[in-house]
C-alpha cells in the first residue's frame, strides 16, 4: 500500500523548534509532490508548504522565514523544520502526497487532489 507515515510531533515552548518528518511507503518521491497543512481546533485545514518533485517549494505567508521544507529522496522522507514557532502554530499537522507530471506542481493550497495521507502529528507550542 501507498502510505505516509509521520513523526517529530510534540511539545515546544514558545520560540522553539521542531522538525516533522514524512516517510513514504510504497512509493519513491521523485514522482510524487508532497504539501504540509495544518489544521487547529475549530478552524478550518490550512496550508502549509509544499515540494514539487523536482525540490520546487513553496510557503504560506504566515510561515515564511520561519518553516524550511527539504527530502531526502535516499529516505524517501520529506522534512519540515519549524522554527520561532508561536502558540498560533499549534495544530495537527499532515503531509499529504500526490503524482505529478508537473516538474513545479507545489499543492498547500488545495488539497482536493492529494489522495494519500498521512496520519497527522500534533504540535502544542506553550508561552
Known amino acids: 500500500q501507498l502510505q505516509l507515515v509521520q513523526s517529530g510531533g510534540g511539545f515546544v515552548q514558545s520560540g522553539g523548534s521542531l522538525r516533522l518528518s514524512c516517510a513514504a511507503s510504497g512509493f519513491t518521491l521523485d514522482g510524487y509532490a508532497i504539501g504540509w497543512f495544518r489544521q487547529a481546533p475549530g478552524k478550518e485545514r490550512e496550508g502549509v508548504s509544499c515540494?514539487?518533485?523536482?525540490?520546487?517549494?513553496n510557503f504560506a505567508d504566515f510561515v515564511k522565514g520561519r518553516f524550511t521544507i527539504s527530502k531526502d529522496d535516499a529516505k524517501t522522507t520529506v522534512y519540515l523544520q519549524m522554527n520561532s514557532l508561536s502558540p498560533e502554530d499549534t495544530a495537527v499537522y499532515f503531509c499529504?502526497?500526490?503524482?505529478?507530471?508537473?516538474?513545479?506542481?507545489?499543492?498547500?493550497?488545495?488539497?482536493?487532489?492529494?489522495?494519500?495521507w498521512g496520519q497527522g502529528a500534533l504540535v502544542t507550542v506553550s508561552l
Open positions: 499529504a502526497a500526490r503524482t505529478s507530471s508537473s516538474r513545479y506542481y507545489c499543492p498547500f493550497t488545495d488539497s482536493s487532489t492529494l489522495d494519500i
Open positions: 515540494i514539487s518533485k523536482s525540490g520546487f517549494t
